[in-house]
């Protein structure tokens, strides 16, 4: 009987130290063949291992880069300019306002209303032939008419026409002709027509006074080339 109580205690201490031993060893291994390095049982067993969790690596470094350069302002377009009468300057300073007009019934010189004002007729000013006629008042209801200096100009005097652009346009005086009422008509086609070189063609009443539908006797027609 004391044997195999001692028996039984000596296999429960065996087993004792079995469990002792087995739980410093827990989990369990075994050795992989051909190699001294335990593996667990998992993989022993042949069951696939989990996969290692793979780090992550840190997001790409955000380099600023240089924005493009801007684009070069727009210009704005230049300003439209003001369109406005047209006007003529005389050689000693007088001044008017031109108004186109067609030629009156009988081909008659079309005369301005107002006094600051002068009729233009025939060419335009870009014209390469043809005359640009302006006819104005000597006088009106006893104040004088910006053409009264016809009387007066002289040869190689200025005359300066602006268009409605603002564009001047410079001429010299060529000719200075003064003609009875009754030699116009005649002349009508060489003064006046629309042949030959450009020119401008200022045309005014003066001289004797006769009053009724003559008015004055006289006209006078100064002519000036483009300078």
Known sequence: MSVRRGFALGAVTVLCADLVAALLIWP???MVAG???????????????APAQQEVP?????????????????????????????????????????????LGPGAELPVPENLGEVTWWGAELSAATGASVFAGHVNWKG??????????DRIGGAVTVVDKAGK????????LITLKKNELPQRADELFGQSGPHRIVLVT???????????????????ADPA
């Open 35 to 49: 190699t001294a390095q335990p593996v667990s049982a998992a993989v022993a067993g042949g069951a696939p291992a």
């Open 28 to 30: 369990p291994t075994t």
């Open 205 to 223: 009443c003066g001289g004797r006074w006769i009053g009724g539908e003559t008015g004055y006797a006289e006209n006078r027609v100064v002519i």
């Open 58 to 102: 840190p997001p790409p470094e955000i380099v600023p880069t240089t924005p493009p350069p801007a684009p070069p302002p727009q210009q704005a377009p230049p300003p439209t300019q003001p369109q406005g009468p047209s006007t003529i300057r005389l050689p000693a300073g007088g001044g008017a306002k031109l108004i186109r007009k067609d």
């Open 168 to 175: 001047p346009w410079q001429y010299k005086v060529s000719q």
């Open 143 to 152: 104040a004088t008419g910006p053409f009264a200096e016809l009387w007066n």
